[in-house]
């Protein structure tokens, strides 16, 4: 079945710090697939996607690297900043049926950053 | 930026009674969904809509709820008979086409108290 999950529950680290959150699936159709950031109260906010025929996404200050073959999906945020804490999620997208407008959710990754 | 506006944002109501949460999705989007979260977990798809009929749902979506958009700007979910359990965070979203890849945005979501 489809399912989308997390390695980390909480990660702390020290502004300034780089951070890495990951995330693994187990769809193989997924061939889309987006990082979301969460803050208190608010809905999911678009951070950065990658398709699946790419390995690797930048953007400001974030990267999104994506290894098909264990099905391992990672959001590295450079130079953290206490701005950043959030609950992070991964969410994937197989295209093809009527399943082209549906998100998969990971569990979620909690981030805090210590000034 | 066009925001996915919802209303209200926290509804408290008792079990059994009957519950409407409102959207606005962004103006020129043709694709609405609407997700639930409940405290701590993950974000779950409920349901998607398109062209005045419901596209895809999940098995959560059961025949305790509908959706409708009864006017060229609204978009409802409705919850027949609150359970407890019904208690979480309700996401609407909407994107221009199909797909989290064309606009897909959030809003910020409704707390759903059920007592």
């Known amino acids: 079945g489809e399912s989308v999950g997390l390695h980390l529950p909480t990660l702390s680290v020290q502004e300034g710090d780089n951070s890495i959150i990951n995330c693994a699936y187990s769809n193989s159709a997924s061939d889309y697939f987006i990082w979301y950031k969460q803050e208190s109260g608010k809905g999911p906010q678009f951070i950065i996607d990658i398709r699946s025929n790419m390995d690797k996404r930048q953007g400001q200050r974030v990267t999104v690297l994506l290894n098909k073959t264990v099905k391992h999906l990672s959001l590295q945020i450079a130079a953290t900043q206490p701005g950043d804490s959030a609950v992070y999620f991964c969410?994937?997208?197989?295209?093809?049926?009527?399943?082209?407008?549906?998100?998969?959710f990971g569990q979620g990754t909690i981030l805090t950053v210590h000034p | 930026e066009p925001e996915v506006t919802q209303t209200p944002s926290h509804q408290v109501t008792q079990m059994g009674q009957e519950v409407i949460l409102r959207c606005v999705p962004i103006s020129n989007h043709l694709y609405f969904y609407w997700y639930r979260q409940i405290l701590g977990q993950k974000v779950e798809f409920l349901v998607s809509?398109?062209?005045?009929?419901?596209?895809?749902k999940s098995e959560i979506f059961d025949d305790q709820f509908s959706v409708e958009r009864p006017d060229g700007s609204n978009f409802t979910l409705k919850i027949r008979s609150t359970k407890l359990e019904d208690s979480a965070m309700y996401f609407c979203a909407s994107s221009e086409w199909w797909g989290p890849n064309y606009g897909y945005t959030f809003g910020s979501g409704t707390r759903l108290t059920v007592v």
């Open positions: 969410a994937e997208n197989a295209a093809g049926g009527t399943s082209y407008g549906k998100l998969t």
């Open positions: 809509f398109y062209n005045n009929e419901i596209s895809e």
